[in-house]
């Protein structure tokens, strides 16, 4: 058998001794012969539930919230139990009253409005069975207080309190009394305090006291409100500062440590300690003017006094001033003096600092400025340096020392070189020399030139050569000396020469006939004409050619031998003393006149 519907079930055999669930079951059989022939057939058993579930409901609910509460959800309302035979169970509610509405399930979580709400919880099972309980959900509201402070008050302390008793300040109840609690009260701020009641009659000190009333309700809701009480000090405190201070400065530093007494402070509240500007046993610098130590005092409200201390520190102190030691120097390279440097003061040093640090040159060097001289350029010879140190205070130490410039550097002489050779003029045998002039130099002064001349011309003097020279080569000597009496020295050699050969004439050509006898003619008297010095002859001699061909010479002039028959040329040649060469010529013919006989 199969079992279907309100019960589910199968067996073998009949279905007989079942328990049949409430509800409609379809009862299904099926027969199986040996030889698996099968047939089957169905029928149903309906069980009909006529018992009603038991609902039980909760007890009565009451909530008591504050007036600014609409509504309240409430938990845990659903009903105590819910019985029933069969199952499952329906559930549901309806709300009158304050809260209208209706539902399934439990009104557990649902908003209940102000008042009192009747709640009816409905159960039914699935038969249609039901049954039905009720209970009653009261939100009841409970007042807020309602309270009002008196305005802030401002008020002013007597000249000989620090604060004032107050009346007058009373909260004022207005809410419903049966909700109403204690009032109580505290105070914070200047005053502090707190009770029950009204503040009346208590002493307020200086400053701004907040007073905070507080009204509770039967919840235990408070309302508070708060206003402050201000009593302000318009008195001013006096306070008495020590007469004026004058010390002497330490000779190691640029001040003193000056002490000085507190200044005395009077109030009618109570006083911040006295403030001052600078502490008694403060270090003071020295200075013309006086330091001003102000002191202040304040009390509590604010109102101040003042006054001030005068302190005076004189510095009696002068700086420490050393100059360096006397100083040789050479001079620059090409200075007639040196730029020194180096010479600042080897020691300088003041208690309370040194504001200015002077220098002034005299003697050979005259010069001045701020600062240590160093790079200054000292002429040569000695000068004197003076330093002048004044310190912050106005002062002053000087210290002096020498610097000795010294020249130990030669002057240089340039002599020319390459210098052509000089022309003397014709049958001169010196020659005027210009262009030189050695150039001299010297970083100071050249006080001293010499010159000597040596080979052609001789001689010696200072300056610069003025003189003629001779024909031939000079070799020129200069030496120079500065005011130091360092020297230099140079050569050259100067040569003068003659270029200008002499002037000679010949005679005019000679035509002659032969001497009587003779194949030939006996000529005198053909001297050359020398225009020029004797002295600066060195050599004459003639040549004598015929056709072409060198057949004759001889010293001096071709006078006073025979020429043969025909033409000779005659040259005559004149070398003077500067190897200058001359010459001329002419021609001598000689014809044959005289018959032969026979």
Avoid at 268 to 275: H, I, K, R
Avoid at 383 to 411: H, K, M, R, W
Avoid at 522 to 548: C, H, K, M, S, W
Wanted: net charge negative; charged share 15%; hydrophobic share 35%.
């Amino acid at each position: 058998y199969t079992l279907s519907g309100a019960t589910s079930a199968m067996g073998n055999d009949d279905a007989s001794g079942t328990f049949f669930t409430a509800g409609v079951t379809t009862v299904s059989y099926l027969v199986t012969d040996v030889n698996g022939n099968v047939n089957d057939c169905q029928f149903d058993i309906s069980v009909l539930d006529t018992f009603p579930p038991m609902v039980e409901c909760p007890p009565d609910v009451t909530v008591q919230v504050v007036d600014t509460v609409t509504s309240v959800s409430i938990n845990k309302l659903e009903p105590i139990s819910i019985t029933d035979a069969c199952g499952p169970i329906d559930l549901t509610f309806v709300t009158t009253g304050a809260t209208d509405t209706s539902g399934m399930g439990s009104v557990s979580g649902l908003p209940f409005n102000a008042g009192t709400t009747v709640v009816t919880y409905v159960a039914t099972d699935p038969s249609g069975n039901g049954d039905s309980c009720m209970f009653e959900v009261v939100i009841d509201v409970v007042e807020q207080p309602v309270i009002e402070c008196p305005a802030d008050m401002t008020l002013y302390a007597g000249d000989d309190s620090c604060g004032l008793t107050v009346n007058g300040i009373g909260v004022v109840v207005t809410s419903d009394p049966n909700d109403t609690g204690d009032t109580t009260f505290i105070l914070s701020g200047a005053t502090s305090g707190s009770g029950s009641g009204n503040a009346n009659g208590l002493f307020f000190e200086v400053g701004t006291t907040n007073v905070e009333y507080q009204v509770s309700n039967i919840l235990g809701q408070e309302t508070s409100c708060t206003f402050s009480v201000t009593v302000f000090d318009t008195i001013s405190p006096n306070l008495f500062c020590p007469p004026p201070i004058s010390v002497d400065g330490l000779p190691d530093t640029c001040g003193a440590f000056v002490t000085f007494n507190t200044p005395i402070a009077l109030d009618n509240c109570a006083l911040d300690p006295v403030v001052c500007s600078s502490q008694s046993g403060d270090f003071f610098s020295a200075g013309p003017d006086p330091h001003i130590v102000t002191c202040t005092v304040s009390d509590a409200s604010g109102n101040t006094a003042s006054c001030s201390i005068q302190i005076t520190v004189t510095d009696v102190t002068p700086p420490v001033l050393v100059c360096p030691d006397p100083m040789v120097v050479d001079t620059d390279p090409g200075q007639c003096g040196a730029t020194v440097n180096g010479i600042e003061p080897t020691e300088l040093s003041d208690n309370c600092g040194i504001s200015e640090l002077n220098y002034a040159v005299t003697i050979s060097t005259v010069a001045s400025g701020d600062g240590d001289a160093s790079g200054t350029f000292f002429e040569l010879g000695a000068s004197l340096v003076t330093y002048t140190a004044t310190d912050d205070q106005g002062i002053s130490a000087t210290c002096s020392f020498t610097i000795a410039v010294v020249d130990n550097e030669a002057p240089v002489i340039e002599c020319p070189d390459n210098l052509p050779f000089f022309e003397a003029a014709p049958n001169e045998f010196t020659a005027p020399v210009t262009g030189i002039d050695p150039v001299l130099s010297d970083n100071c002064q050249v006080v001293d030139t010499m010159y000597t001349l040596e080979g052609a011309t001789t001689g010696s003097g200072t300056g610069f050569i003025d003189t003629m020279f001779f024909f031939g080569i000079t070799n020129v000597t200069y030496i120079i000396t500065d005011a130091a009496g360092n020297m230099d020295t140079c050569q050259f050699e100067v040569e003068v020469v003659n270029l200008n050969p002499p002037k000679i004439d010949c005679p005019d050509d000679i035509v002659t006939t032969t001497d009587l006898g003779e194949c030939g003619a006996f000529i005198t008297n053909i001297p050359v004409d020398v225009q020029a010095d004797p002295i600066i002859i060195d050599t004459i001699f003639y040549e004598l050619e015929r056709n072409g061909m060198m057949v004759g010479s001889g010293p001096n002039d071709a006078s006073d031998q025979s020429f043969p028959v025909g033409i000779t040329t005659v040259t005559y040649k004149v070398i003077d003393v500067f190897g200058n060469l001359a010459q001329c010529s002419f021609t001598i013919e000689v014809t044959d006149g005289e018959s032969p006989v026979i």
